[in-house]
């Protein structure tokens, strides 16, 4: 009886060792995922973080190759008699400021979500391409 307790107490006790190593593995395993995951987040954050920065800079050249043409029309239309071209002027300079403004917007907030950036972006590109057709309209 005594030999059949030990057998059973040693059976039980491996058991129970194997189940601990077992859990031990387990919780190593998800730790370490967990840490590939936040890793894995944080280098996609910053490389599309990157190329959002590498869109803004290319945006703020071409307002301000957009902006030095347009603005270049200035002294024409203040010596301009008719109201309706200056109207639609001044139209053109309150785009470039909504564009001006839209990218000092994206240069200071980093915090912005991928979707809120790409939607500013076109909004800014919307704004640029209308000055640029206002002012083939001005040069034609």
Same mark, same amino acid.
Request: glycine share 4%; hydrophobic share 35%.
């Given at each position: 009886?005594?030999?059949?307790?030990?057998?059973?107490? +040693? @059976?039980?006790?491996?058991?129970?060792?194997?189940?601990?190593?077992?859990?031990?593995?387990?919780?190593?395993?998800?730790?370490?995922?967990?840490?590939?995951?936040?890793?894995?987040?944080?280098?996609?954050?910053?490389?599309?973080?990157?190329?959002?920065?590498?869109?803004?800079?290319?945006?703020?050249?071409?307002?301000?190759? @957009?902006?030095?043409?347009?603005?270049?029309?200035?002294?024409?239309?203040?010596?301009?008699?008719?109201?309706?071209?200056?109207?639609?002027?001044?139209?053109? !300079?309150?785009?470039?400021?909504?564009?001006? %403004? @839209?990218?000092?917007?994206?240069?200071?907030?980093?915090?912005? @979500?991928?979707?809120?950036? !790409? %939607? +500013?972006?076109?909004?800014?590109?919307?704004?640029?391409?209308?000055?640029?057709?206002?002012? !083939?309209?001005?040069?034609?």
């Amino acid at each position: 009886m005594k030999r059949s307790r030990l057998k059973l107490f +040693k @059976t039980t006790s491996l058991t129970i060792s194997l189940l601990g190593v077992i859990l031990i593995l387990i919780t190593i395993g998800v730790i370490a995922y967990i840490g590939v995951a936040s890793l894995t987040n944080t280098v996609s954050d910053t490389v599309s973080s990157g190329a959002s920065h590498d869109q803004v800079a290319s945006l703020q050249s071409q307002y301000t190759n @957009t902006s030095n043409q347009y603005l270049s029309l200035n002294e024409q239309m203040i010596n301009s008699n008719d109201n309706d071209l200056k109207l639609r002027y001044n139209e053109g !300079k309150l785009k470039l400021s909504e564009a001006q %403004t @839209t990218i000092s917007s994206l240069e200071t907030n980093n915090e912005l @979500t991928d979707e809120e950036v !790409k %939607t +500013k972006v076109e909004s800014v590109q919307n704004n640029l391409k209308e000055v640029n057709e206002l002012y !083939k309209q001005f040069t034609s």
